[in-house]
């Protein structure tokens, strides 16, 4: 995982943030749009991504190095994951970052009483109920393709993410402690990066 800086690291939790803090679906066509209602200035994705000592690489490693940091959330900087690209923005500035290749990032939160809503996953607000926790992971297209089954422990934020192909649909299946949850996935330019209606039962 790359280093990160101090200002990325020394993120802490804001009393007023809620479980919430994920992006929703936009009235229209997810396009290159703000993070936030804000009016910001557009600038290259690579001046935010240098601010946090993520410049040169690429939106796969961006979206892992983000999802996976140990760090309490939110983060200096929101990135909310689409189907071709990562949309960043600090708060003053925003970048839309390329997510190149045929496959497509789904952020998964399986919960036991507490969840919220979320359609495009934020590597830099979203919250999970279960983080640090082992679970097994099953996602099977319509086709019958089983694309993962493995067991996998749930990242600081409470999510574990999988990149999966492109425009296929099927069945995400978590399990945990005799537990069960399963839900719908399609990974089509509309589907959702984010998953927060697995709970285990």
């Not at 936009?26 to 910001?40: D, N, W, Y």
């Not at 994705?45 to 946090?52: N, Y």
């Not at 190149?100 to 009483?113: H, R």
Request: charged letters at 20%; glycine letters at 8%; proline letters at 5%.
């Amino acid at each position: 995982m790359p280093r990160l800086r101090p200002a990325l690291l020394a993120a802490v939790c804001s009393a007023s943030l809620t479980l919430a803090a994920c992006s929703v679906p936009e009235a229209g066509p997810a396009t290159s749009q703000a993070v936030s209602s804000r009016s910001v200035a557009t600038v290259d994705a690579g001046t935010l991504l240098a601010a946090q000592g993520l410049e040169g690489r690429s939106g796969r490693e961006v979206v892992e190095a983000l999802d996976q940091l140990d760090a309490a959330r939110p983060l200096p900087l929101a990135a909310s994951v689409r189907y071709d690209e990562v949309l960043l923005s600090d708060g003053a500035s925003q970048a839309a970052l390329p997510l190149e290749g045929d496959e497509f990032y789904l952020s998964l939160a399986p919960y036991v009483t507490r969840t919220h809503e979320c359609y495009f996953h934020n590597l830099g607000t979203c919250r999970g109920e279960m983080a640090g926790e082992q679970v097994h992971v099953t996602i099977t297209t319509d086709d019958g393709d089983v694309l993962v089954d493995e067991d996998a422990t749930t990242y600081a934020n409470g999510f574990v993410g999988f990149w999966i192909p492109k425009d296929v649909a099927g069945t995400v299946v978590v399990t945990a402690d005799g537990k069960r949850a399963e839900t719908r996935f399609s990974s089509d330019p509309e589907g959702p990066t984010c998953l927060t209606t697995l709970q285990l039962a």
